[in-house]
T-cell receptor, first 112, second 110 residues
Framework: GQQVMQIPQYQHVQEGEDFTTYCNSS?????IQWYKQRPGGHPVFLIQ?????EVKKQKRLTFQFGEAKKNSSLHITATQTTDVGTYFC????????????FGRGTQLTVWP | NAGVTQTPKFQVLKTGQSMTLQCAQD?????MYWYRQDPGMGLRLIYY???????DKGEVPNGYNVSRLNKREFSLRLESAAPSQTSVYFC?????????FGSGTRLTVV
């Protein structure tokens, strides 16, 4: 099946610093979804990107889909302690069954 | 509107015991999924159900069975639990574009 590689696995930042996680694939992605999972919690859907070169913003979060649709990134500006958690990218399978293929996630720690 | 409800939240089993994890959604979604999450491994699909009465294997189905009892409920059964099945299990249903996950079942097999 599809496989998305996510880097880095861990990131520790001081509050106020920026943070970026990257999602890469060797094949063209039909779409990419991003999820956030707080410690001890469950994944929560953030956004879906579909178009080549697409950029979407949610307050301090900026999501990008590469021009070749083989990579995506999530950038957080001026991190806050509430941003702590693991961020996952995932591709929805091309069939109508809608299977999600997850990356392994980037665990973000924010020091106050 | 509860979304996706999973029970139990925590469970400890002895090797060889069986149990069923319950999942119910109240959003009238057709598609439901069972994932397991292990440290550093992301989420891996165990089984899924595209609609009532249909189920299909995901990436890691060995040792599990599922039942789509009706449109609302999708259960996951471990017939003979093994330590390798120690994990956090998440049920999900499709919310149009995004997926809604339950709060998870933390299972330990000793």
């Amino acid at each position: 099946g599809q496989q998305v590689m996510q880097i880095p696995q861990y990131q520790h930042v001081q509050e106020g610093e920026d943070f970026t996680t990257y999602c890469n694939s060797s094949t063209t992605l039909s779409n990419i979804q991003w999820y956030k999972q707080r410690p001890g919690g469950h994944p929560v859907f953030l956004i879906q990107l579909v178009k080549s070169g697409e950029v979407k913003k949610q307050k301090r979060l900026t999501f990008q889909f590469g021009e070749a649709k083989k990579n995506s990134s999530l950038h957080i500006t001026a991190t806050q302690t509430t941003d702590v958690g693991t961020y996952f990218c995932a591709e929805v399978g091309g069939s109508t069954l809608g299977r999600l293929y997850f990356g392994r996630g980037t665990q973000l720690t924010v020091w106050p | 509107n509860a979304g996706v409800t999973q029970t139990p939240k925590f469970q400890v089993l002895k090797t060889g015991q069986s149990m069923t994890l319950q999942c119910a959604q109240d959003m009238n979604h057709n598609s439901m999924y069972w994932y397991r999450q292990d440290p550093g491994m992301g989420l891996r699909l165990i089984y899924y159900s595209a609609s009532e009465g249909t189920t299909d294997k995901g990436e890691v189905p060995n040792g599990y069975n599922v039942s789509r009892l009706n449109k609302r409920e999708f259960s996951l059964r471990l017939e003979s639990a093994a330590p390798s099945q120690t994990s956090v299990y998440f049920c999900a249903s499709r919310t149009g574009v995004g997926y809604t996950f339950g709060s998870g079942t933390r299972l330990t097999v000793v």
